[in-house]
C-alpha cells in the first residue's frame, strides 16, 4: 500500500544538538511538506518542495533545514538554532494541483 | 497574507448536530479543506469545496461561500468518537500549499 512513513514516532533530543526527522513517501507524488504544530495550535508550515533539488521556506523556517535530492525522501534537520523545538512534527505530500494531503503519523520531538 | 479564524471549542450532546464556521481572508483562493484531527495523531480528509454550495458526505456536510469568504461544516447525528479537532484549511493558488487555521476542539458529550 502507498504512504507516507515517519520516523521515528518519538524524538528526544538535548539542547545543543542537532536532530533529522525522516519522511519517505512512494506514492509517487511531487510536493512534499513539513508542518509543525504546538498543543492546542493549528500547523504551521516550516518547508515545502514541489520537485527534487527545490525547495521553499514556509512561515517558521528559522531554526530548521530540510533537502530533496530524491523524490521519495524529504529529511527535515532541527537545528540548535531552532530554541523552542519541543513540538508535534507532519509530513505530508501532494500530487499536485488541489487533491489536498497525504500525512504521515507525525513525530514528536521532545528536548530534555 | 492570508488569515484563517475558527471558534477554539465547542462542546455538542450526543446524537445532537453541530455547526463549526470558518472565515478566512486569502489572496488567490483555490479551494477549501477541513480534516479531522484525533489528539497525536495526523490529520485526515474529510471535505473539499471549491465552489459555492453545500457539500454533503454521510453525517458530514460542508458549505462554502466565496464572496463571504466562510465556510462551515456541520456534523449530524454526533457520536462520542466525533470528539476531535476540526481544521480549516485554505488551498491558495500559486504557492501550492495549504494554510491552515488553529483548529476547533469539539467536545461530545452525554
Known amino acids: 500500500d502507498g504512504g507516507i512513513t515517519q520516523s521515528p514516532k518519538y524524538l528526544f533530543r538535548k539542547e545543543g544538538q542537532n536532530v533529522t526527522l525522516s519522511c519517505e513517501q512512494n506514492?509517487?507524488?511531487?510536493?512534499m511538506y513539513w508542518y509543525r504544530q504546538d498543543p492546542g495550535q493549528g500547523l504551521r508550515l516550516i518547508y515545502y518542495?514541489?520537485?527534487?533539488?527545490?525547495?521553499q521556506k514556509g512561515d517558521i523556517a528559522e531554526g530548521y533545514s530540510v533537502s530533496r535530492e530524491k523524490k521519495e525522501s524529504f529529511p527535515l534537520t532541527v537545528t540548535s538554532a531552532q530554541k523552542n523545538p519541543t513540538a508535534f512534527y507532519l509530513c505530508?505530500?501532494?500530487?499536485?494541483?488541489?487533491?489536498?494531503?497525504?500525512f504521515g503519523s507525525g513525530t514528536r520531538l521532545t528536548v530534555v | 497574507g492570508q488569515n484563517i479564524d475558527q471558534p477554539t471549542e465547542m462542546t455538542a450532546t450526543e446524537g445532537a448536530i453541530v455547526q463549526i464556521n470558518c472565515t478566512y481572508q486569502t489572496s488567490g483562493f483555490n479551494g477549501l479543506f477541513w480534516y479531522q484531527q484525533h489528539a497525536g495523531e495526523a490529520p485526515t480528509f474529510l471535505s473539499y469545496?471549491?465552489?459555492?454550495g453545500l457539500e454533503e458526505k454521510g453525517r458530514f456536510s460542508s458549505f462554502l461561500s466565496r464572496s463571504k469568504g466562510y465556510s462551515y461544516l456541520l456534523l449530524k447525528e454526533l457520536q462520542m468518537k466525533d470528539s476531535a479537532s476540526y481544521l480549516c484549511a485554505v488551498w491558495s493558488r500559486g504557492g501550492n500549499k495549504l494554510t491552515f487555521g488553529t483548529g476547533t476542539q469539539l467536545k461530545v458529550e452525554l
Open positions: 506514492l509517487n507524488h511531487d510536493a
Open positions: 505530508a505530500s501532494n500530487r499536485g494541483g488541489d487533491y489536498g494531503y497525504t
Open positions: 469545496n471549491v465552489l459555492d
Open positions: 518542495s514541489q520537485i527534487v533539488n527545490d525547495f
